[in-house]
């Protein structure tokens, strides 16, 4: 089965923050599940890059518009590299092939009628487009953008090119009014359907004088306003924004090289914030009817992270930066902390605190003394032997999949820790652990399946008196770079020696533990245990050491004496 989603393109403007790339995230972790259950996926992803504010911001840094963007873009793309997000295509909306898939758009609304020549008089937010007079807000007797308040309006009156949004009202009513609906959740569509029931005005797709964008592919009286080269009259003005960032999603699915966007077209989800649900869910629709396309299958609409209960902004500055985040959280970390501790279906409020407070219960707390506790038991009761695990049939935990797999179907990443672990999780090694291990984007089963939970250490758990205070103190030695997963998952206390050439080049988790008897040292390689098992002795003596390899397929056993 194929599977395309894409988030919306991110403005090119900055550097992107947090809230930016929670989206992003969301969507790496939905095509990293559908993977993993054998569809074909395509995953876009990019940035939104013409406007007439990113070429004043070009201009005051002695920069050209591209010039401009490839240097924001750079910082996009370290980000998502830093989260570990992976797009098939991180698409830019300066790629020719867009360009050309974007002027296909216009041409086959012109044929279908739907696109005229007409005059457009009122406020242009730099960052956005044009804003009808009911969607400005008056503020200390300022007009401003509800979206970005700190970009001041302006005033425009210019001849553009208008789509006939109103002749397609009844068609959308009767879209959005489906059950299950397209446009989730539920109240975010009840949103766009009562915006089309007050009405529809055709809007502009065009911009007249602006030198920075896609050129407008036809002239006044019909006529292509191309040259053989590519490039456009100037006097028939540019595309404006949605007929250029919407396109994007085509673009990605092969159009206009392949006329219907075959085999990816419709796609299968659309993810975007709440600002933009209009534009997505009535006039996007109504474009690709007029191009004789498919309406995408679904669309999903998330909220704001907000602080202090502003919207988190760049223009605000009320950001977290990525790189910040994943310094302090690893990129695993990151990953989970966002999308448990930010509904995915609304608004919330969020801070450095919140996320933190967050990581500490689920990864260091609940998984970390579940993997302690875990191969505390195996050392205890039955001598440090990897035990074998369970037939799913047999699996308290496996008839939990079904809720895992609810949980990702509705876009509920913040229950499903709950929903794969149950109130099992600080008394049993999860049974399906697929879906965390997207979220966090790195194998953390692969790891965990060197400690699973057998019916002997099940019972040892249950039991009516419960097992003992561990007597394991559990290290993980890792070379750098490596099983970073299992290390976030049982972060206690990270440390880094410093150095290259020995020891240096290897982290160690440590639990602090005062009745500690043993140390179970899990590396790539008997030999890293055993160099780290040398760095110990000299240091605790007393302790035994247990060496289990991680990363190949079956784990290296012994004691090291």
């Not at 911009?207 to 292509?224: L, T």
Request: negative net charge.
């Amino acid at each position: 089965m194929r599977y395309y989603l894409t988030t919306a393109i991110a403005y090119a403007n900055n550097k992107p923050g947090l809230h930016t790339l929670y989206e992003v995230i969301a969507a790496d972790v939905i095509a990293r599940w559908r993977r993993m259950g054998g569809d074909e996926v395509r995953f876009l992803t990019g940035t939104d890059e013409y406007s007439v504010n990113i070429a004043a911001r070009a201009l005051e840094e002695g920069l050209t518009p591209k010039a401009f963007v490839d240097k924001n873009v750079a910082l996009f793309q370290e980000s998502e590299a830093l989260l570990s997000i992976s797009p098939d295509r991180f698409i830019r909306t300066t790629d020719s092939d867009h360009a050309r898939a974007a002027q296909e758009m216009v041409r086959r609304s012109y044929a279908a009628g739907d696109v005229y020549l007409g005059t457009y008089e009122g406020w242009y937010c730099p960052n956005e487009g044009f804003r009808a007079a009911g969607d400005v807000v008056q503020e200390r007797g300022e007009t401003i953008c509800p979206n970005h308040p700190g970009v001041p309006l302006q005033w425009l009156k210019e001849r553009n090119w208008f789509f006939r949004l109103s002749a397609y009202q009844a068609r959308l009513e009767a879209w959005l009014s489906q059950d299950p609906s397209p446009v989730q959740p539920d109240y975010r569509r009840n949103e766009a359907l009562g915006f089309v029931r007050q009405g529809l005005e055709d809007f502009s797709i065009s911009r007249e004088g602006a030198s920075w964008g896609i050129p407008f592919p036809i002239r006044d009286d019909g006529s292509s306003a191309l040259a053989p080269n590519g490039s456009g009259d100037p006097a028939a003005g540019t595309i404006y924004v949605w007929y250029d960032a919407l396109i994007n999603y085509l673009t990605g699915a092969g159009f206009p090289d392949e006329p219907n966007g075959a085999p990816w077209w419709p796609a299968d989800l659309h993810i975007i914030g709440k600002d933009i649900n209009r534009f997505h869910a009535v006039f996007w629709p109504a474009m690709l009817w007029s191009a004789g396309l498919e309406a995408p299958k679904r669309i999903w609409v998330h909220g704001w992270l907000l602080s202090s209960g502003e919207r988190m902004s760049k223009s605000r500055g009320n950001f977290l930066d990525p790189s910040d985040f994943v310094r302090a959280f690893g990129s695993d970390g990151a990953r989970y902390v966002a999308l448990r501790e930010v509904p995915f279906d609304r608004d919330a409020e969020v801070s450095w605190d919140s996320f933190v407070r967050r990581y500490n219960a689920d990864l260091a707390n609940d998984f970390g003394n579940l993997v302690n506790r875990t191969v505390s038991m195996a050392n205890r009761y039955l001598g440090g032997a990897r035990p074998d695990p369970r037939p799913a049939a047999e699996s308290t935990l496996a008839a939990r999949v079904a809720d895992t797999r609810q949980a990702v179907a509705t876009l509920d990443f913040a229950t499903v820790p709950d929903a794969a672990t149950g109130s099992w999780l600080s008394r049993a090694m999860p049974g399906d652990q697929a879906l965390l291990e997207t979220m966090l984007g790195t194998p953390m089963a692969q790891a965990l399946e060197h400690l699973p939970l057998a019916d002997e250490i099940q019972a040892a758990l249950l039991g009516a008196e419960g097992p003992e205070r561990s007597l394991l103190d559990t290290v993980i030695a890792y070379e750098r770079g490596d099983i970073n997963t299992l290390v976030d998952c049982t972060r206690v206390l990270l440390r880094r020696t410093g150095g290259r050439g020995s020891e240096g080049e290897l982290g160690v988790v440590h639990r602090l533990d005062k009745d500690t008897s043993g140390v179970l040292v899990l590396a790539r390689s008997a030999a890293v245990a055993g160099r780290l098992a040398e760095a110990f002795r000299s240091r605790d003596a007393h302790k035994t050491y247990w060496a289990v390899t991680v990363g190949v397929p079956q784990p290296h056993r012994g004691k090291i004496d």
